[in-house]
């Protein structure tokens, strides 16, 4: 199934409300946006897409004042962003080394210019006080959470990062998933739960 267009990740409503400076969203949402970027591709090709989604969202923005959501909006532009990212990678030769030359990058945690800073906490919720949520905050153990990411199934792995990364409601994380609230409920758990398990076998072979 295509990827929904950025423009069609606008939620229409009858009435509009006035724009805030586009500036409001990078600081508001920008970290939670850069978390499932890394997610989603990888902390060594996260900034690229975090800065293709927000010029994505710059040039559909003024159409956007009946957005409800403006943090699930560009994390579906995210998601949709990182979809390119993988079919475009799909098509390229792999660089000398193979598959398993890009982990070297897991542990990078600095972001480029985009303002937000490194540890990626920013001024969205998030789904709970959570180990996992605190390791990546923290960046003490954020390549090992990345890695362990990446074992879990598609389905697990976004909703996981949605819910517990972006902060958003399991309603909106299966809005972008395109299934129901209670089989998005279901995925964050069993993911968080392989990777609680994934976090402590990596706890426990370090003592």
């Known amino acids: 199934m295509p990827a929904p ?3 069609a990740a606008v ?3 009858q009435i509009s ?3 805030p400076p586009f500036e409001v969203l990078i600081t508001h949402h920008g970290a939670a946006v850069l978390r499932v970027c890394r997610a989603l591709v ?3 090709d996260a900034d690229d897409v975090w800065q293709e989604t927000f010029l994505a969202a ?3 923005y003024p159409s956007t004042g009946s957005v409800r959501n403006r943090e699930a909006w560009l994390v579906t532009i995210a998601r949709n962003k990182a979809m390119d990212h993988h ?3 799909a098509r390229l030769p792999l660089p000398d080394g193979g598959p398993g030359s890009g982990e070297q990058g897991l542990g990078a945690l600095t972001v480029g210019e985009h303002g937000v800073d490194e540890h990626g906490a920013g001024e969205t919720g998030h789904g709970g006080g959570d180990v996992v949520v ?3 905050e923290a960046g003490e153990t954020a390549a090992a959470v990345w890695a362990a990411l990446a074992t879990l199934t598609p389905m697990q792995r976004e909703a996981v990062v949605y819910h517990h990364l972006a902060g958003l409601r399991y309603a909106e994380v299966a809005g972008i998933l395109g299934n129901s609230e209670a089989a998005a409920r279901r ?3 069993d993911g968080m739960r392989a990777l609680r398990a994934l976090l402590d076998h990596e706890r426990t072979q370090k003592q």
Do not use: F, H, M, N
């Open 42 to 44: 990888g902390p060594t």
């Open 11 to 13: 939620i229409p409503e």
């Open 134 to 136: 605190r390791s990546v």
């Open 17 to 19: 409300t006035a724009l």
């Open 58 to 60: 710059l040039r559909v």
């Open 87 to 89: 079919r475009k990678a």
């Open 5 to 7: 267009s950025d423009a």
């Open 187 to 189: 995925a964050a758990a």
